[in-house]
């Protein structure tokens, strides 16, 4: 589609010069808001990335995640698709909630994934007492300098577990929501930034809810996926309690990566095509999910940018350049079910997020796209 004309040029349509301010302003205004003209990408800030094609990208990325699910899977064993949407969030610069019974290795997949980048770790154990200055930290007064010290949180680390998150009370979960948001912290006026690559995995038991605080939609909303670990087969747990006889495969996991490797993995996924009639298909998606007839809420304008960032995180790590149909398929559950809200008669007739969102799914049509 051609782009539109918004140069006014030098027409003054007729207008006095007393109208001619307004006439300017308007056309400063046309000039701001019309499509701009492609430049040329700016320089990375890492000079091999900068020299690599966006194949070579997508190369480098593949290579990383290979490396750290392979090693991964030394302590876990049978959650590959756990795995990838955990390392497609955290590439995409988004955090995760894992909600799933206890014991099923909520915690050391954190810990795992940690240990195999050589990232820094730190756990939060949520609970009703905790007070944001025990997350993010809080200035004491030295007496010898006469000057107050800020002391930081466990938010200032890299890899940040907040355990049972849904037994912290709101005022404690929302002081998580600039750190998620921003990679920053504000502390009696004063901004620290957090140690990239930041995420924060979360975990909460959708059984036990006496004495919990729900997140709200705005503190979900953060969280770029959701989903759950799932019990392991007879087979799996056997080889589980194999690799438990001597001592905890986590404890022998060794670095595979570097947190540099991620960072970079981060910038490199932008750069993952993404054609426009894929584009167009995604929102099309998101938009169903606000007109749905058993939806109370659909998916904010956020939801849009999580499926379009995990969608070239997820293309790269399958080594491609550009992102097919079915790379954004593959996320879409996992980045909406926590996003949309069924209306109080689905939830009587047993309708669930996922069956609304495989309906809105199955309904559009898929665009074809040209892997060459």
């Not at 990838?84 to 909630?97: A, E, I, N, Q, Y």
């Not at 998580?176 to 920053?184: P, V």
């Amino acid at each position: 589609m051609p782009e539109p004309n918004c140069d006014l040029g030098s027409t003054d349509f007729g207008i006095s010069d007393s109208q001619k301010p307004s006439l300017r302003l308007f056309q400063r205004l046309l000039t701001l808001t019309s499509p701009a003209k492609p430049s040329p990408p700016a320089a990375s800030a890492d000079p091999h990335l900068a020299a690599r094609s966006v194949a070579e990208d997508a190369a480098m990325v593949s290579d990383l995640a290979k490396r750290i699910i392979a090693n991964v899977e030394t302590a876990i064993v049978g959650k590959r698709k756990q795995l990838v949407l955990s390392l497609v969030t955290w590439l995409s610069g988004g955090h995760v909630l894992l909600e799933d019974v206890p014991g099923v290795a909520k915690t050391m997949l954190a810990r795992a994934l940690a240990r195999s980048v050589g990232c820094k770790f730190k756990r939060v154990q949520c609970t009703p007492d905790l007070l944001p200055t025990d997350v993010t930290g809080t200035s004491i007064f030295n007496q010898k300098t006469s000057e107050f010290e800020f002391r930081p949180g466990p938010v200032f680390t890299q890899i940040l577990l907040a355990d049972e998150i849904n037994r912290a009370t709101p005022r404690t979960q929302a002081s998580l929501l600039e750190a998620m948001a921003e990679a920053r912290v504000t502390v009696d006026g004063t901004t620290h930034k957090l140690e990239p690559p930041f995420i924060v995995i979360a975990t909460q038991n959708p059984v036990d809810h006496e004495g919990t605080f729900p997140l709200p939609e705005a503190q979900l909303d953060r969280f770029m996926m959701r989903f759950t670990l799932g019990y392991p087969t007879m087979e799996e747990e056997l080889r589980m309690l194999e690799m438990l006889q001597h001592v905890h495969p986590v404890d022998t996991i060794k670095p595979v990566a570097k947190a540099s490797e991620i960072a970079a993995a981060q910038i490199a996924i932008k750069r993952v095509h993404v054609d426009p009639r894929l584009r167009q298909y995604l929102l099309q998606i998101v938009a169903q999910t606000r007109t749905h007839e058993d939806l109370a809420l659909g998916g904010s304008p956020r939801a849009s940018i999580a499926l379009f960032r995990c969608s070239q995180a997820m293309a790269a790590i399958r080594g491609r350049s550009y992102v097919l149909p079915d790379d954004l398929k593959k996320i879409i559950a996992p980045v909406m079910n926590h996003r949309v809200i069924l209306r109080p008669e689905s939830r009587l007739r047993k309708v669930t997020t996922e069956r609304v969102l495989d309906q809105i799914v199955n309904e559009i049509a898929v665009p074809t796209i040209d892997a060459s």
